[in-house]
């Protein structure tokens, strides 16, 4: 299996901060990657597909960017609907493993 | 609208069977993978497995093979997660998602809404 390794776990920031959490996983995916956001108690949200690529509906203070196996998420100037758990996602090789999540929280 | 829609919270005993689902509409329900995912209390996402409604091509992860079975059933639309004896450890919250696209190989974009399963004596 291919692991997601997501740092950090947890992330302190307030309002209107540029924020970046990375994925690396244990061997190259291709681009095949994705990000997730939840919400206590929500199903997760699809926010980044391939690498770059932003969902429908999505504010573009999202973006991510990476390859091989190194990958980054950014959101350039938080908002307060943004603090929620943040999951990578490969789907390169099944299983498509996820991340164990980044946890960002206001500061 | 494109969705899924869940079966609701079930609460069983250990060795209990069980069978949960998740109904597809509002798109060619046959030509989208569907995922499985399960997450436990207070934990992170972990993937089961993937079905293709078309040909019912299933891919399990190694850590569930063996203890789960995904199935559709083109005719409603429904994809379905069952377990012939649960555990104690099975209680979580289940979801099923969507690809995005036909292959596959990109992100989750549609989800259900969770179904909660309580396993306890």
């Known amino acids: 299996d291919i692991q997601m390794t997501q740092s950090p776990p947890s992330l302190s920031a307030s309002v209107g901060n540029r924020v970046t959490i990375t994925c690396r996983a244990s061997q190259s995916i291709n681009s095949y990657l994705n990000w997730y956001q939840q919400i206590p108690g929500k199903a997760p949200k699809l926010v980044i597909f391939t690498t770059s690529s932003l969902q429908s509906g999505v504010p573009p203070r999202f973006s991510g960017s990476g390859s091989g196996t190194d990958y980054t998420l950014t959101i350039s100037s938080l908002q307060l609907e943004d603090f929620a758990t943040y999951f990578c996602q490969q789907t390169y090789i099944t299983p498509h493993t996820f991340g164990q999540g980044t946890k960002l929280e206001i500061k | 609208e494109v969705q899924l829609v869940q079966s609701g919270a079930e609460v069983k005993k250990p060795g209990e069977s069980l069978k949960i689902s998740c109904r597809g509409s509002?798109?060619?329900?046959?030509?989208?993978?569907i995922g499985w995912v399960r997450q436990m209390p207070g934990k992170g996402l972990e993937w089961m497995g993937i079905?293709?409604?078309?040909?019912?091509?299933?891919r399990y992860s190694p850590s569930f093979q063996g203890q789960v079975t995904i199935s559709t059933d083109k005719s409603t639309s429904t994809a379905y997660l069952q377990w012939s004896s649960l555990k104690a450890s099975d209680s979580a919250t289940y979801y099923c998602?969507?690809?995005?696209?036909?292959?596959?190989?990109?992100?989750?974009?549609?989800w259900g809404q969770g179904t909660a399963v309580t396993v306890s004596s």
């Open positions: 998602a969507r690809h995005r696209s036909v292959g596959g190989t990109d992100g989750l974009d549609v």
């Open positions: 509002g798109y060619t329900f046959i030509t989208y993978w």
């Open positions: 079905i293709y409604p078309r040909d019912s091509d299933t």
